[in-house]
T-cell receptor, first 115, second 116 residues
Framework: KAGVTQTPRYLIKTRGQQVTLSCSPI?????VSWYQQTPGQGLQFLFE???????NKGNFPGRFSGRQFSNSRSEMNVSTLELGDSALYLC??????????????FGEGSRLTVL | AQSVTQPDIHITVSEGASLELRCNYS??????LFWYVQSPGQGLQLLLK??????LVQGIKGFEAEFKRSQSSFNLRKPSVHWSDAAEYFC??????????????FGTGTLLAVQP
């Protein structure tokens, strides 16, 4: 069974641009979460989706948004990029509800550098 | 509010020595607790988890952790460290399973270096 796939793995943007990151969950997983990882703030929860609905959202500005498609794939978008958005963005998929084992399966991340 | 504290930012141990990584949590109810490991350039891999029951849980790669409610701790242990264990280790607490969210709160991580 394929793992969580994130694209692109690396990207460089300049301030003011926007970026879209993609995540394909493990087959059969319908819940997708996104985390931002930086040296200063560590791992911080961005948002969580299930059945195309945002179930939970972290404390990030509105420039950070996401969505989930009917095939459970998810994208996140960051608009008007700032230098502080440079980070590793991790996507995790999981089961949900009564099927849930509690484990998040993480992708290798998309490393965003903002210049 | 939920929080996780990993007091050790960096630990160095010799290969073959025992290891204990500390984790303290703050959570109002019975927590769901996890340890994840991250190798350089990689995502996070689950080592073990605690939901309920036996307070000593076994994980992959020879790791174990003990839940101590009285101390609000969930320390990770390994009796004999291998060079391949060098990585960053994250403790996390989860809010609600079988319910509305899979959100995890992570500690700041402990970077483990292994000396030959």
């Amino acid at each position: 069974k394929a793992g969580v796939t994130q694209t692109p793995r690396y990207l460089i943007k300049t301030r003011g641009q926007q970026v879209t990151l993609s995540c394909s969950p493990i087959s059969g997983h319908r819940s997708v979460s996104w985390y931002q990882q930086t040296p200063g703030q560590g791992l911080q929860f961005l948002f969580e989706y299930f059945s195309e609905t945002q179930r939970n959202k972290g404390n990030f500005p509105g420039r950070f948004s996401g969505r989930q498609f009917s095939n459970s794939r998810s994208e996140m978008n960051v608009s008007t990029l700032e230098l502080g958005d440079s980070a590793l963005y991790l996507c995790a998929s999981s089961l949900f509800g009564t099927e849930n084992t509690g484990e998040l399966f993480f992708g290798e991340g998309s490393r965003l550098t903002v210049l | 509010a939920q929080s996780v504290t990993q007091p050790d930012i960096h630990i160095t141990v010799s290969e073959g020595a025992s290891l204990e990584l500390r984790c303290n949590y703050s959570y109002g109810a019975t927590p769901y607790l996890f340890w994840y490991v991250q190798s350089p350039g990689q995502g996070l891999q689950l080592l073990l988890k605690y939901f309920s029951g036996d307070t000593l849980v076994q994980g992959i790669k020879g790791f174990e952790a003990e839940f101590k409610r009285s101390q609000s701790s969930f320390n990770l242990r390994k009796p004999s460290v291998h060079w391949s264990d060098a990585a960053e280790y994250f403790c996390a607490v989860g809010a609600n399973y079988g319910g509305a969210t899979n959100k995890l709160i992570f500690g700041t991580g402990t970077l483990l270096a292994v000396q030959p």
